[in-house]
């Protein structure tokens, strides 16, 4: 008997990521909190002058991934 159940894949626009684990994270950069942008689905660094992109509900923490910002 086979499995014909594929596991579930996450839609491109998968819902945000929880806010506990948000409020959570900082800038591996300089250790300061960092904000939320729903709407652009980032966490900005005011610190670094940085925003690290959320990308399938998932914060992708990396400075080389992140996008500079005034």
Do not use: F, K, W
Request: aromatic share 2%; glycine share 2%; proline share 10%.
């Amino acid at each position: 008997m086979t499995d014909t159940h594929e596991p579930e894949r996450q839609a491109p626009d998968a819902p945000a990521a929880d806010r506990h684990m948000l409020e959570a994270l900082v800038c591996p950069v300089t250790r300061a909190p960092l904000s939320y942008d729903a709407e652009r689905q980032e966490l900005i660094s005011r610190a670094a002058h940085l925003a690290y992109p959320i990308r399938n509900g998932i914060p992708i923490m990396l400075e080389s991934e992140a996008r500079a910002i005034d």
